[in-house]
């Protein structure tokens, strides 16, 4: 989404421009529970990229997950 600048937009920003565009379908409480809490539960990786990363751990190679984390 654009208007998240890759994290540096102010939150409420993005909770503002989420409840304009699904407001009608999306109770504000669910958006700011998303926005306040994140959304990595609810990511899934691909099975080409588990099936990657196995065959990396397999040869020896320890793998990690990084992420900027909150940054606005």
């Not at 999306?26 to 609810?42: E, H």
């Amino acid at each position: 989404m654009a208007i998240d600048a890759s994290g540096y937009t102010a939150r409420h920003e993005v909770a503002a421009a989420l409840t304009d565009r699904y407001g009608d379908v999306v109770p504000t409480t669910a958006i700011r529970a998303l926005l306040g809490n994140g959304a990595a539960d609810r990511v899934v990786l691909a099975l080409r990229a588990r099936e990657a990363l196995g065959k990396a751990k397999a040869n020896g190679w320890t793998c990690v997950i990084v992420t900027n984390g909150r940054t606005a």
